[in-house]
């Protein structure tokens, strides 16, 4: 089946050691989008991607960075994690000629910080 | 700009009583609208969506919802609850004006008493 996948689904990681989510799909979708979702609040829009084309959220913090080497992955690297930043961080995508309105997401990465 | 408003945090229904779970939006133009569902510890899962097609919409696992752009609202039904359908529900708008970025309301949690 088509599907967005997260690896991995629980990531512990220390106060400001360098950490990479990473998101991959297989629905061949243009777009892709890091939600960054916190207890019992909406998903947050951190950045996506339009192709190659990186758009950033006003107010995404510097410590937040993406990459997208090719159309099925992308990946959040999060710099010196601060005990702010855990969360669960939701990857989705959309495209493809009939969605391009429609979000598809993947399970998530619960992010601990210790 | 685009809004979602879903009214009421937690709503409480009894096993095999109606469900229904409020959201108004705000779009200055014909807008996409969508119901999410999220477990604990998942992802969002799609319910349904409306995407200017019939104003009634069904969805998976029984949900249904009704576009009224009248009232600008999009509230989700289901005629008999199931202990399986306790979990968070979120309400979302997107339009092509807004370049289609979704807008999610701040969520629903549903409990289902037996």
């Known amino acids: 089946d088509a599907m967005v996948i997260q690896n991995p689904r629980y990531q512990v990681t220390q106060f400001g050691k360098p950490v990479t989510l990473s998101c991959s799909q297989t629905l061949n979708h243009n777009v892709m989008y890091w939600y960054q979702q916190k207890s019992s609040q909406a998903p947050k829009l951190l950045f996506h991607?339009?192709?190659?084309?990186?758009?950033n959220e006003a107010d995404t913090p510097d410590n937040f960075q993406s990459r997208r080497p090719n159309t099925s992955f992308c990946f959040l690297d999060i710099r010196s994690p601060g005990l702010g930043d855990a969360a669960m961080y939701l990857c989705?995508?959309?495209?493809?000629?009939?969605?391009?309105?429609?979000?598809?997401f993947g399970p998530g990465t619960r992010l601990l910080v210790l | 700009a685009q809004s979602v408003t879903q009214l009421g945090s937690h709503v409480s229904v009894s096993e095999g009583a109606l469900v229904l779970l409020r959201c108004n939006y705000s779009s200055s133009v014909p807008p996409y609208l969508f119901w999410y569902v999220q477990y604990p510890n998942q992802g969002l899962q799609l319910l349904l969506k409306y995407t200017s097609a019939a104003t009634l919409v069904k969805g998976i696992n029984g949900f249904e919802a009704e576009f009224k752009k009248s009232e600008t609202s999009f509230h989700l039904t289901k005629p008999s609850a199931h202990m399986s359908d306790a979990a968070e529900y979120f309400c979302a708008v997107s339009d092509q004006a807004g370049g289609f970025k979704t807008i999610f309301g701040a969520g629903t949690r549903l409990f289902v008493k037996a």
């Open positions: 989705a995508t959309s495209g493809g000629s009939l969605s391009q309105e429609t979000q598809y």
């Open positions: 991607y339009y192709d190659k084309d990186f758009n």
